[in-house]
């Protein structure tokens, strides 16, 4: 009795200094994007700008001819328009002529924010699927995007994406889609609508982290009752029941098609979120199991690596081993919100009660991490198929690439290392970033196999 006393309040106390951590952390980022707004709003009225419209367009006709790169944003983060001035990338859009940055809903599922990703760039209203919706409980259309982005977008237009944690799989859902003619009234799509896929810390193939906040290990699905992840779905419920507009302006979850306002479900509305009777959490359409090992074990396996499209990924960890041990790499080196999760994620173990989530899962591989996602499950997509790969180790090995195949590389850092604050980072967050670009201006171009007279192109086939 009195172990278990102990266990307890351990447990308790973990969560309470994990809660304070990540609330903190959160309050740091809105108030420093309100600082910088309203420092900018003071020098606009101050001083006007010397920009000249005309310059502006002239630099803009430059680069119709160049595909964009679209820098897609992970969990709980946000695109351009969102948080004031405050970049999600650190400014990194800023390296290239022609970059876009989509916000996207920050915790819905990556099915739902792979749909808005479509119609962001090629215009429309964002059609979830009737079939999809009503399984979900949510409104089948959402935000209207008019004209879109990139309205030009097809094969002979292809696009460069860039995915940051769970925006790397928000991608290849997106491509698979587009190979699937998943779009009502796009039926003209195709896999070669993606040009080349640059993972940073992507979320392939899960990670235990999800286990140490909340989600059961015995499905991947549901929630523990006393875990961070229901103190995180009881604060979203709120945050989307009061409706508070300026607030949802500067930031959002992206839960607006739950419709979950007080102002459409009143306090029976409320009440039946917080009991888990509907929205995003009753139905697991968001975006939590997607990131368990099940969750993306099962989106996994119907994925694919398509033959022309380039596949480069960055896995990032920061723990080391000694002694036959996994420990984190240091305490400087390591964001503070994140270096309690780095230790945790190295010393978890599943629990032996458990059926493992696949076959042949071991402990130890999962054991190096950044603090957020395991460095297995970064490199390249294994689970439920192995996809094709190669590891290098320096970036001027890929300057003659292949298609249809996961290139990867391992870099010392920590999962938020290369995201909103680009000092942190250092040196290193332009090494990444101009290798990057480069690598999608200089190094990746569309191959299409030539066709003999009167002999109609092959479609390619693509690996399992």
């Known amino acids: 009795m009195m172990k278990l006393w102990m266990v307890t309040s351990l447990e308790l106390a973990e969560l309470f200094v994990s809660a304070m951590v990540h609330l903190l952390y959160a309050f740091y980022i809105f108030s420093t994007a309100v600082a910088g707004d309203i420092s900018k709003n003071v020098n606009d009225y101050f001083f006007k700008s010397n920009v000249d419209v005309n310059d502006y367009d002239q630099s803009q006709s430059n680069v119709e001819g160049l595909p964009p790169i679209v820098l897609v944003h992970g969990i709980f983060g946000f695109g351009k328009g969102r948080l004031g001035g405050l970049s999600y990338f650190a400014g990194a859009e800023k390296k290239d002529e022609r970059v876009l940055v989509p916000d996207l809903g920050s915790l819905t599922s990556i099915y739902d924010r792979a749909r808005e990703l479509f119609y962001y760039l090629k215009g429309g209203r964002v059609d979830f699927g009737e079939e999809h919706s009503e399984a979900c409980g949510h409104s089948r259309f959402g935000r209207d995007y008019g004209q879109g982005q990139y309205p030009e977008w097809d094969e002979d237009h292809p696009i460069h994406f860039v995915g940051h944690s769970a925006g790397a799989q928000v991608v290849r859902v997106l491509q698979q ?79 607006d098609h739950f419709n979950m306002s007080w102002k459409k479900t009143g306090l029976r509305g409320l009440v039946d979120c917080l009991v888990g009777n509907t929205g995003p959490f009753a139905t697991g359409d968001w975006i939590l199991p997607d990131l368990t090992i099940q969750g993306s074990t099962s989106l996994n396996s119907n994925l694919q690596t398509f033959p022309n499209t380039y596949y480069f990924s960055y896995a990032t960890k920061r723990t080391r081993r000694i002694m036959g041990m996994t420990i984190p790499s240091g305490v400087l080196g390591i964001h503070p919100m994140l270096f309690l999760r780095v230790f945790q994620m190295s010393q978890w173990r599943f629990p032996q009660d458990v059926s493992p989530p696949y076959k042949g899962y071991r402990d130890e591989e999962w054991q190096e991490n950044d603090g957020a996602m395991n460095t297995i499950s970064m490199t390249h997509p294994r689970l439920s198929v192995e996809h094709p790969s190669r590891f290098i180790r320096s970036d001027s090995e890929c300057q003659t690439l292949q298609p249809g195949i996961w290139y990867y590389k391992i870099v010392e850092a920590d999962h938020i290392t290369f995201i909103v604050n680009r000092e942190r980072a250092g040196v290193q967050f332009d090494l990444i970033y101009d290798s990057i670009f480069q690598r999608c201006r200089k190094h990746v171009f569309r191959k299409i196999p030539q066709t003999l007279p009167n002999q109609s192109p092959r479609a390619p086939r693509s690996p399992r």
């Not at 040009?195 to 906040?213: E, K, M, P, Q, W």
């Not at 779905?233 to 409706?243: A, S």
């Open 177 to 255: 889609m587009l190979a699937d003619k998943a779009f009502e009234g796009f039926e003209e799509t195709n896999e070669n609508w993606v040009l080349s896929v640059t993972s940073l810390s992507g979320a392939f193939n899960g990670t235990t982290r999800t286990y140490l906040d909340g989600m059961r290990t015995e499905d991947g699905i549901s929630m523990k009752p006393i875990s961070l992840l229901q103190l995180c779905r009881i604060g979203v419920i709120m945050y989307d029941w009061l409706d508070i507009s300026w607030l949802k302006t500067y930031y959002s979850f992206g839960f």
